[in-house]
T-cell receptor, first 114, second 114 residues
Framework: DAGVIQSPRHEVTEMGQEVTLRCKPISGHDYLFWYRQTMMRGLELLIY????????DSGMPEDRFSAKMPNASFSTLKIQPSEPRDSAVYFC????????????FGEGSWLTVV | AQSVTQLGSHVSVSEGALVLLRCNYSSSVPPYLFWYVQYPNQGLQLLLK??????LVKGINGFEAEFKKSETSFHLTKPSAHMRDAAEYFC????????????FGSGTRLQVQP
């Protein structure tokens, strides 16, 4: 079975540019998560969806960040305009509904803003 | 609210020695506890999880962890370290109430010396 698929794997962009990260969750999973990993702050939850509906976006840093899930098989995380402090690894993850189920992570999108 | 504390950001062991990575959790309701491993430039992979069945949980690659409610701990162990175990290890907690996302510890980087 295919795991969580993220694209692009690596992106280098200039400050001020728009960045769009994409995610395809595992088929049949009800929950989708976006995490950010940095040396300073570790793994932070940005937002998560349940059945395509955003449930908790309290981790989204500011208005420059937005996330959408137009259908069960696709989600985007957009940063506009990007800043150097947004440089990080962005992970998408998904899991089935129910109690105690495993969250499966994608390989990550490595973003560098120069 | 739930949280996880990992004691020791870096642990170094010799090949063949016991590996012990410490994790303490805080949760007002019964927790689900997870250990993930992250190899360089990769995503997070589940090692093992506790979901209120057996308190001693066996995972992949010879790792195991024991849930101790009285100590609010879920330490990860492996009897004999191998060079390929060098990676970063994350403890995480989730519950059936409130936010349905994993809350991660700060991670422990394991070095294995030849």
């Amino acid at each position: 079975d295919a795991g969580v698929i993220q694209s692009p794997r690596h992106e280098v962009t200039e400050m001020g540019q728009e960045v769009t990260l994409r995610c395809k969750p595992i088929s049949g999973h009800d929950y989708l998560f976006w995490y950010r990993q940095t040396m300073m702050r570790g793994l932070e939850l940005l937002i998560y969806f349940n059945n395509n509906v955003p449930i908790d976006d309290s981790g989204m840093p500011e208005d420059r960040f937005s996330a959408k899930m137009p259908n069960a098989s696709f989600s985007t995380l957009k940063i506009q305009p990007s800043e150097p402090r947004d440089s990080a690894v962005y992970f998408c993850a998904s899991r089935p509904g129910g109690s105690g189920n495993t969250i499966y992570f994608g390989e990550g999108s490595w973003l560098t803003v120069v | 609210a739930q949280s996880v504390t990992q004691l020791g950001s870096h642990v170094s062991v010799s090949e063949g020695a016991l590996v012990l990575l410490r994790c303490n959790y805080s949760s007002s309701v019964p927790p689900y506890l997870f250990w993930y491993v992250q190899y360089p430039n990769q995503g997070l992979q589940l090692l093992l999880k506790y979901t209120s069945a057996a308190t001693l949980v066996k995972g992949i690659n010879g790792f195991e962890a024991e849930f101790k409610k009285s100590e609010t701990s879920f330490h990860l162990t492996k009897p004999s370290a191998h060079m390929r175990d060098a990676a970063e290890y994350f403890c995480a907690v989730n519950t059936d109430t409130g936010r349905r996302a994993l809350t991660f510890g700060s991670g422990t980087r394991l070095q294995v010396q030849p």
